[in-house]
């Protein structure tokens, strides 16, 4: 019966090739407006760790006090200061843990190198690879020991070992960064979870991978200053890279790895007892202001999400919705021009539920054809999404099989929707009255 109603819809569509086709263009550029957009609010709203956005957790410290919070509403620091990262780190209250800041270094001649070039990082501790699931193509990262004793260590990225050593396993190595000597300790495959849930701090979580990893503690002795934010408050004293390290300036990305309900309800009890002891000790004059977030909590208090991409996907939904109701207009029309043919139908027999189907049929095989029309037009508007977004979000969006299955899908299922209006009008057609105006 369903062959049959398909074969009906495609008669229909063939006698009113102009009613069809403004109904396939209208659902076609309206599906793909809203695919268009969608698919840059998926790339730049997605989970950047899915397997272990639950036990990733950033702490927070309020080491201003509630009159300098960041945004005057309370909240902790957006990072930790020395300081208080410090105290984390040795107490090491989490199964895993690592301090994170961003660094500018310039790799010095050599090879078939002749002059100098920069390149980014991250100062890091070893729980950094295995907390955050970093594949390695060579080698692997370094051990905690190495941590302890300021070991020059490096990890490189899969890019900028074949920039460097021209993809060769360079695990052994030694790399000069403003220097001093590193040895490679591993290279990892292309590894650039977007948003870059941890560093939040330093950018707004997009752009192009790090080139290395080196120790946090060498990073520190080598007085390597952060090449992302530094905030600080009150009068500022400082002389030098000690009153600098041990003022009130936040600038380093804590993170820390916990399993289970019981270890969170644990280190959160450890941060509020922290505070209170910084309290005791005079440091605080305010009373313990401690947060502890997942990896989704922090993306969503750090509204990582572009506003432009929430408001362009919400005004492109809105033209399709006016694509539907152009096209419930369209089927309307359509649909009752040929009440004489549904009231012979009716009088021979068909029950509305018959009619329901062959119309709904109908509507579905419109929707497929304005969703084919749909994938078209998505392909080209993500070719220039760049024309909207910056470059760094306009490269994340991309077509993929899951995007086209959706498209079809949202094309058949509106249209659908949208002919239930003019089906019901058309299983209502009294056979009687038509067929004696027939």
Known sequence: MLGYYLDLALRSLKRNKLLTALMIVAIGFGVAASM???????????????????QLFTPQIDSWGPQQSFNGDGEPPQ??????????????????????????????????RSLPI?????????????????????????????????????????????????NADSVGREINLDGHEYRVAGVARHWNPQPRFYALFDSDGFGEPADFYIPFTRAVDLQIPTNGNNSCRGTKTMSGWDSWLHGNCVWINPWVELDTPAEVARYRNFLEGYAAEQRRAGRFDWAPNVRLRDVTQWLDFMHVVPPESR??????????????????????????????EIGVRRALGASRREIYMQFLVEAGTVGAAGGLLGLVLTAIGVSGVGLLFRPEIAQLAHIDLSLVALTLAVAIAATVVAAFYPTWRAAHVQPAWHLRSN
């Open 79 to 112: 990072a930790l200061d020395y300081t208080d990262a410090m105290a984390l780190m040795r107490a090491h209250a989490a199964k895993r843990q690592t301090l994170i800041y961003p660094v500018l270094l310039t790799v010095l001649p050599g090879g078939d």
């Open 311 to 340: 408001i362009s996907l919400l005004v492109s939904l809105g033209f399709f919705v006016i694509c539907l109701v152009n096209t419930v207009g369209l089927l309307l029309a359509k649909f009752m021009r040929r009440a004489g």
């Open 36 to 54: 268009i957009t969608y698919s840059v609010f998926r790339a730049v709203s997605g989970n950047p760790i899915p397997d272990k956005s639950a």
């Open 118 to 166: 920069k390149a980014n990082g991250y100062a890091v501790y070893a729980d950094f690879f295995p907390m955050f699931e970093v594949p390695f193509r060579y080698g692997s990262g370094w051990e905690a020991a190495q941590d302890e004793n300021r070991a020059p260590m490096i990890v490189l990225s899969e890019a900028f070992n074949r920039r460097i050593f021209g």
